[in-house]
């Protein structure tokens, strides 16, 4: 290689970098946008008569946005092929397993004021907040083994247990579905965001999306 | 606006807390819940933020203050006047807690008139000025939504039963029916298809002339502010929330069960008494415990919201009626 195309490719490479390194800190930003902006609110005593709810309903809606986010990726990366994108997956996933974390605790303390008989009946008896309890329960192992460590350990098995995914973001869906009270734009936006990402992992779709990405890239 | 004669539900005053005990109740409440979080009750009762105690519709200005006591009959504090007028079910502005507020500030409440007849002797046509020359009282009264969230309200207003008592239903009436103004041009809500409108609501005779029940046009000694019903509104409050229909045009004496908007929009999660019963669960909510506006954590639900003993002979058994349909119908 001359000195010149060597250059060039190392140029490139730090271009790679500074890509990824950009991505994952807009991804963090993006993350953290709301519930910064809900810490703010709080501290500026904003959250309206009933700030349980509020804060209930503004850990929620980011859980659920995260969760599609982080189902976006791969349909994206395969409709234009960028694969720096790949490692946002893990992120989004990461922080809607914190915003969801952060809705059960603002739900069994702030709510519920942590008393396990109130609690119980509170997600026994109520079937949208068990499904959302279900969808807890499986987004658990998912965060715990989102790390490089058990990627490698587990193998194989890894990819089959992230399938769990798929379950999670359609018993998150139902939770949302079940809880609204007859006016149901929001739901029914965000359950078309995931039938479309969803279908683009199915075969037949999936080759046009593929054969979308050479034409794209030829350009 | 004048309030000739202040009554509530009789209670011995010894039982009254005075007002510097239910704070530090209600302090001691949060802190013992979660001692971490107590700075999150200042944001839970102090209510609104300077801009928004700015752009609030104001009355008098006196809002908060001109009530005969400052809890309810079970030493509850009342709410505050912010709370009450900021955090309001009304799906003819919009479906947020915070809209109707908003929304509602130029509603239009004034000339207004109550269409009053059916099945009565002495049909007539109210206005508003003479709704208000029945003796307007002061009632403490908690206030339970279905979605599990309750207030208390020092309401101001009449007992329905003394308009009753002027019409006077003729024995066939069996039912009374109400009905909200419908005012697309001021209600944006009611331009959209997602409800029959205009609201409807119903009780029974012996509900409607039960005393506990009153047209309310004020609270906290103010005339009432259109998020919250204004002109005039329904307050039954042993039954949920959305059985006091606001904004109130008509009422009619009828023969049978009046279908309400919600009986109408979600048949199986609705019904027509919907009597507060924590034994009763909503399809979607548990009724066993609710979220009183501005404190952490829950108390358990009451029979008939408390008022079981006002009510109860009016039922053949405590769960017969329920939010849901009356089995078997
Ligand atoms: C993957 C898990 C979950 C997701 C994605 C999720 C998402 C959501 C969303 C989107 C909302 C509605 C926000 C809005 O209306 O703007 C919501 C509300 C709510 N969620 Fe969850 N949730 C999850 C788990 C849970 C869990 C574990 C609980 C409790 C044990 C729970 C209890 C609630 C409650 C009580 C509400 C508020 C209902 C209301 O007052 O209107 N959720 N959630």
């Known amino acids: ?219 | 606006m004048l309030i000739k004669k202040r009554t509530g539900i009789e209670i011995p005053s010894s039982e009254i807390t005075p007002q510097h005990l239910y704070l530090s109740r209600r302090q001691f409440m949060a802190g013992a819940a979660m001692a971490t979080t107590a700075g999150l009750l200042a944001a839970c009762g102090a209510g609104g933020s300077p801009e928004e105690a700015n752009t609030a519709p104001v009355n008098s200005g006196n809002g908060g203050t001109a009530v005969s006591a400052t809890t309810d009959e079970l030493g509850d504090p009342l709410n505050t006047y912010d709370e009450i007028t900021n955090y309001n079910n009304y799906y003819e502005f919009n479906t947020t807690k915070d809209g109707p507020a908003r929304l509602a500030k130029d509603f239009p409440t004034a000339p207004w008139q109550v269409e009053v007849g059916g099945m009565v002797k002495n049909p007539k046509t109210y206005a508003m000025e003479d709704l208000l020359k029945f003796d307007q009282e002061e009632r403490i009264y908690r206030l339970r939504c279905v979605e599990a969230w309750s207030m208390v309200i020092p309401w101001v207003g009449f007992p329905l039963a003394k308009l009753l008592n002027e019409v006077e239903p003729t024995a066939d009436a069996k039912y009374v029916r109400f009905e909200t103004i419908y005012d697309p041009d001021n209600m944006p809500g009611q331009r959209g298809r997602m409800f029959p409108w205009p609201y409807v609501e119903g009780l029974t005779v012996e509900e409607a002339m039960q005393d506990l029940t009153i047209l309310s046009t004020g609270l906290y000694g103010e005339t009432l502010l259109p998020q919250n019903g204004a002109p005039i509104r329904l307050v039954v409050p042993w039954k949920y929330g959305f059985k006091s229909i606001k904004a109130i045009v008509k009422i009619e004496l009828v023969d049978y069960m009046p279908t309400s908007l919600w009986m109408e929009s979600a048949p199986t999660e609705y019904g027509f008494y919907a009597n507060v019963n924590p034994e009763v669960n909503h399809p979607r909510w548990s009724q066993a415990t609710e979220r009183r506006i501005g404190e952490l954590g829950r108390r358990p639900t009451l029979l008939f919201n408390g008022y079981a003993e006002q009510v109860a002979h009016l039922y053949p058994d405590p769960k017969y009626d329920t939010n849901l349909k009356p089995r078997g119908s």
């Open chain 1, 1 to 219: 290689m001359t000195p010149i195309t060597q250059r060039l490719s190392s140029i490139r490479k730090l271009d790679r970098k500074t890509t990824a390194q950009i991505l994952r800190v807009s991804a963090h930003m993006l993350s953290l946008y709301a519930l910064a902006l809900l810490l703010f609110d709080y501290s500026r005593n904003n959250l309206g008569a009933d700030p349980v709810r509020e804060i209930l309903l503004r850990t929620g809606e980011p859980a659920l946005v995260l969760l599609i986010l982080s189902l976006a990726v791969t349909p994206l990366t395969l409709l234009f092929g960028w694969k720096q994108l790949h490692p946002l997956r893990r992120i989004f996933g990461l922080y809607a397993f914190l915003y969801v974390a952060l809705h059960l605790l603002t739900f069994i303390w702030l709510d519920y004021g942590l008393n396990l008989a109130y609690i119980l009946d509170g997600i026994l008896e109520q079937n949208f907040v068990l499904v959302g309890f279900a969808a807890f329960v499986l987004l658990l192992p998912l965060a715990i083994t989102s790390n490089k460590w058990s990627q490698r350990k587990l193998g194989k098995k890894w990819k089959t247990l992230h399938k769990l995914v798929y379950i999670i973001i359609m018993l998150a869906l139902i939770h949302f579905w079940w809880l609204v009270k007859n006016v149901y734009y929001m739901p029914f936006l965000y359950s078309a965001m995931v039938t479309v990402l969803l279908l683009l992992r199915w075969q037949p779709v999936k080759q046009k999306a593929l054969r979308f990405q050479r034409w794209y890239r030829s350009r």
